[in-house]
């Protein structure tokens, strides 16, 4: 099946009781079997089926077979949100003492978490993103994992996945991406040699802002050595599935991260549009990119998908159909951007990204403000930027939107 097919019909169970297209929201708490040997069954994972829905849910496993189909793994795991995901998908692997090596360039909320993690022992080194040597001197033999995004979530920076992938593989480590930003739609990240991909589905996936959650999905590729994962040594049994068997019997269960039905039937109704989302989304993204470059030399204007971007080169290689839909623009001081935001009547302030509409952000003092001023910098968070996250709206209308803010506050050519 090509993408947009797959949207549609990828892990549809086409035995639906009733036929109905999509899977039901199954809203409930518990499952009753028709015997307790049944329910014993269940619970020791020697029968399929269902008995809570914080283990599992038919609903979530509907939304979960659809984007293992569209990444191409092994199966997903859908959490209560795209933190919950990235929680789940690293304290799976890790243990205290152990490091992590990421990419400095992040979402301020991840940066936060990976804070969270050095009470329990566990530290983060961060390095410019694709700087491989520098990456590759950062590793110790304590780093279990290799991170980055994508598309650096505001940095806009495209990550080269082939080359993370093999310095990772070559230290016998996973490299686990966060590809909320690009979504399987720009690149399925596990052709390049990732191993574990994240996305928060509150963004492309869901599409409309209705609904905080997660996923994430294994390729079942990784070789996990019991030597330097022991963390893992009863699962390796599994071969490919063992990541994902013990993430099921442990954390995701025990920590509560489950993804909630009727959120998995909104993101089920999400899919199935975001392939025609994106298309419009990073084409709008190009247009006024290109608008606002042209016609305000005094800003500087970020996007992938400008000759004069740093990452256009990587973005060409990597990304298929677009370069995102997120813009950043820098407008000379702090004053000016939150001026800038005022003025705009389309496009909502608000923090977050991958709405059909469009909606607009100040991240150095939303979503970065617990950064550092240095994690700030080297994540492309600056006082004077503002992320814009572009919408399917009709592009003249948005470009109006922008210049009549830019003539507003005095900054039009
Ligand atoms: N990853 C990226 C790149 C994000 O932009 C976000 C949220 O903005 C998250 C993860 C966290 O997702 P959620 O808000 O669903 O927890």
Same mark, same amino acid.
Request: hydrophobic share 35%; charged share 20%; net charge negative.
């Given at each position: 099946?090509?993408?947009?097919?797959?949207?549609?019909?990828?892990?549809?169970?086409?035995?639906?009781?009733?036929?109905?297209?999509?899977?039901?929201?199954?809203?409930?708490?518990?499952?009753?079997?028709?015997?307790?040997?049944?329910?014993?069954?269940?619970?020791?994972?020697?029968?399929?089926?269902?008995?809570?829905?914080?283990?599992?849910?038919?609903?979530?496993? #509907?939304?979960?077979?659809?984007?293992?189909?569209?990444?191409?793994?092994?199966?997903?795991?859908?959490?209560?949100?795209?933190?919950?995901?990235?929680?789940?998908?690293?304290?799976?692997? =890790?243990?205290?003492?152990?490091?992590?090596?990421?990419?400095?360039?992040?979402?301020?909320?991840?940066?936060? &978490? &990976?804070?969270?993690?050095?009470?329990?022992?566990?530290?983060?080194?961060?390095?410019?993103?694709?700087?491989?040597?520098?990456?590759?001197?950062?590793?110790?033999?304590?780093?279990?994992?290799?991170?980055?995004?994508?598309?650096?979530?505001?940095?806009?920076?495209?990550?080269?996945?082939?080359?993370?992938?093999?310095?990772?593989?070559?230290?016998?480590?996973?490299?686990?991406?966060?590809?909320?930003?690009?979504?399987?739609?720009?690149?399925? *990240?596990?052709?390049?040699?990732?191993?574990? *991909?994240?996305?928060?589905?509150? @963004?492309?996936?869901?599409?409309?802002?209705?609904?905080?959650?997660?996923?994430?999905?294994?390729?079942?590729? &990784?070789?996990?050595?019991?030597?330097?994962?022991?963390?893992? @040594?009863?699962?390796?049994?599994?071969?490919?599935?063992?990541?994902?068997?013990? =993430?099921? #019997?442990?954390?995701?269960?025990?920590?509560?991260?489950?993804?909630?039905?009727?959120?998995?039937?909104?993101?089920?109704?999400?899919?199935?549009?975001?392939?025609?989302?994106?298309?419009?989304?990073?084409?709008? +993204?190009?247009?006024? +990119?290109?608008?606002?470059?042209?016609?305000?030399?005094?800003?500087?204007?970020?996007?992938?998908?400008?000759?004069?971007?740093?990452?256009?080169?990587?973005?060409?290689?990597?990304?298929?159909?677009?370069?995102?839909?997120?813009?950043?623009?820098?407008?000379?001081?702090?004053?000016? +951007?939150?001026?800038?935001?005022?003025?705009?009547?389309?496009?909502?302030?608000?923090?977050?990204?991958?709405?059909?509409?469009?909606?607009?952000?100040?991240?150095?003092?939303?979503?970065?403000?617990?950064?550092? @001023?240095?994690?700030?910098?080297?994540?492309?968070?600056?006082?004077?930027?503002?992320?814009?996250?572009?919408?399917?709206?009709?592009?003249?209308?948005?470009?109006?939107? &922008?210049?009549?803010?830019? @003539?507003?506050?005095?900054?039009?050519?």
């Amino acid at each position: 099946m090509n993408f947009n097919t797959a949207l549609l019909h990828g892990g549809v169970d086409k035995k639906e009781k009733y036929g109905s297209t999509l899977t039901p929201i199954y809203q409930t708490s518990a499952f009753y079997q028709q015997s307790a040997e049944d329910l014993e069954g269940i619970f020791s994972n020697k029968t399929p089926g269902y008995c809570y829905t914080r283990v599992a849910n038919p609903t979530v496993t #509907a939304f979960e077979n659809r984007i293992t189909k569209l990444e191409g793994g092994v199966g997903s795991v859908a959490t209560s949100s795209g933190m919950s995901a990235i929680f789940c998908a690293l304290t799976n692997i =890790l243990e205290s003492g152990d490091e992590i090596v990421s990419s400095s360039s992040l979402y301020g909320g991840t940066i936060d &978490f &990976f804070r969270d993690l050095e009470a329990f022992g566990i530290k983060t080194n961060y390095i410019e993103n694709n700087n491989f040597e520098q990456i590759e001197n950062a590793i110790t033999e304590n780093t279990k994992l290799l991170y980055a995004e994508t598309i650096g979530n505001p940095c806009l920076d495209v990550t080269d996945i082939d080359e993370l992938a093999k310095i990772a593989h070559a230290h016998g480590i996973p490299l686990i991406i966060d590809n909320t930003v690009a979504t399987p739609y720009l690149v399925k *990240v596990f052709e390049h040699g990732a191993d574990i *991909v994240i996305n928060s589905t509150s @963004k492309y996936i869901n599409g409309s802002s209705n609904a905080i959650g997660g996923v994430l999905t294994d390729s079942g590729k &990784f070789k996990w050595n019991k030597e330097k994962f022991p963390i893992l @040594k009863d699962y390796i049994k599994f071969g490919p599935y063992a990541y994902l068997a013990k =993430l099921r #019997a442990g954390l995701f269960r025990n920590a509560g991260a489950c993804m909630a039905p009727q959120t998995a039937y909104l993101n089920q109704i999400g899919l199935e549009t975001l392939g025609l989302r994106m298309e419009r989304q990073c084409t709008n +993204a190009g247009k006024l +990119a290109e608008h606002l470059e042209k016609r305000y030399p005094n800003i500087i204007v970020n996007y992938p998908g400008l000759e004069s971007s740093k990452w256009h080169g990587i973005g060409e290689k990597l990304l298929n159909g677009g370069y995102g839909a997120i813009v950043t623009i820098r407008v000379g001081s702090k004053e000016n +951007a939150f001026k800038l935001l005022d003025e705009l009547e389309l496009a909502y302030r608000l923090s977050n990204i991958g709405d059909t509409k469009t909606l607009v952000l100040h991240p150095s003092s939303t979503i970065s403000l617990h950064s550092t @001023k240095k994690q700030k910098e080297d994540a492309g968070v600056f006082d004077d930027l503002i992320r814009i996250s572009v919408g399917i709206e009709d592009i003249d209308d948005l470009k109006e939107d &922008f210049d009549k803010a830019f @003539k507003g506050i005095g900054l039009d050519a």
